[in-house]
């Protein structure tokens, strides 16, 4: 079990939960995510509520390999009415900012989010730990190697598992030491990794227990599945759910998805095979 403040709202992990994700950009790479319209947006915020998101995590840019990034200001301009909208219109869910600027950060906790997600751990933005520990938010740490710019470009490791452990390792203990409360750990799949790289994290996730950190996987609708199969991005529903009850079976707390329902589901069943399996012993 896991306890977190989300700006003293307590939030119990007693069981793996969903993310949906909400994209208000229009170059994210699955284009059922790309979300623009106030009313549209609001409208799939609602849609997420009803089908058992505990989460819903925003975010003004894309981070697809070879993305072009957007500035603080416009990120705050696509965001930040969003969240305050959907704030109030469903105050129970928790809402995360999905970014790396400690502006953009700040702007969106001000407005109603209750969780930072950053794709680069703090690394783009020295800024962004002193903000996250003075505001008493979890914060979602990421590996990703090298920048959305390059992260793709020949990616290589000597063991992938080791150097994400003692990658994680580190950014704890700096989160600790700048006083950060509540961590939560992203092995980053399809950040700086091959597909071959992706499924032995998958394969491996157990590995990232020793952490004792809450484990989110992304891995809905990414080219690890849809490459895989020789299929596209809104094809991938199918593959997604199959690598969603891997990973929960191997650990996963928190699935960052597109389609909310499907993981719900997933998560049901998986925990409903695990109270079986625990019944039988």
């Known amino acids: 079990m896991f306890t977190f403040n989300c700006k003293g709202k307590l939030f119990v992990l007693t069981q793996p939960v969903v993310m949906g994700v909400i994209n208000v950009t229009e170059d994210s790479f699955y284009a059922g995510s790309r979300l623009t319209d106030p009313q549209i947006v609001l409208t799939k915020a609602g849609q997420m509520v009803q089908e058992g998101a505990a989460i ?20 705050i301009e696509r965001v930040v009415p969003l969240i305050r909208m959907i704030h109030e219109t469903f105050p129970e869910i928790l809402l995360s900012i999905d970014t790396y600027y400690a502006t953009v950060a700040a702007a969106a906790v001000e407005a109603g989010a209750c969780l930072v997600n950053d794709i680069s751990a703090g690394n783009f933005d020295k800024d962004m730990l002193p903000f996250v520990a003075s505001a008493r938010v979890p ?11 390059t992260m793709q470009q020949d990616p290589q490791y000597k063991d992938v598992i080791t150097e994400l452990l003692d990658f994680f390792s580190e950014k704890i203990y700096q989160c600790r030491e700048a006083g950060i409360q509540d961590i939560i750990i992203d092995p980053g799949f399809g950040f700086g990794k091959t597909i071959a790289h992706n499924f032995e994290i998958l394969q491996r996730l157990t590995a990232f227990q020793i952490l004792e950190k809450a484990i989110l996987v992304g891995v809905s609708r990414k080219s690890t599945i849809y490459k895989t ?8 529903l199918n593959g997604t759910t199959v690598l969603h009850t891997i990973a929960l079976l191997q650990g996963a ?3 960052r998805v597109h389609d909310v329902k499907e993981a719900v589901e997933a998560i049901k069943l998986t925990e409903a095979l695990k109270k079986s399996t625990r019944k039988e012993k």
Do not use: N, V, W
């Not at 914060?139 to 710019?149: L, N, R, Y």
């Not at 199969?229 to 991938?236: D, F």
């Open 253 to 255: 707390h928190i699935l």
């Open 56 to 75: 819903i995590d925003l975010g003004g840019q894309s981070t697809k390999p070879g993305s072009t990034r957007l500035s603080a200001k416009t990120e």
């Open 229 to 236: 199969l020789g299929i596209t991005a809104m094809e991938a």
């Open 139 to 149: 914060f979602i740490c990421m590996h990703m190697k090298g920048t959305p710019e």
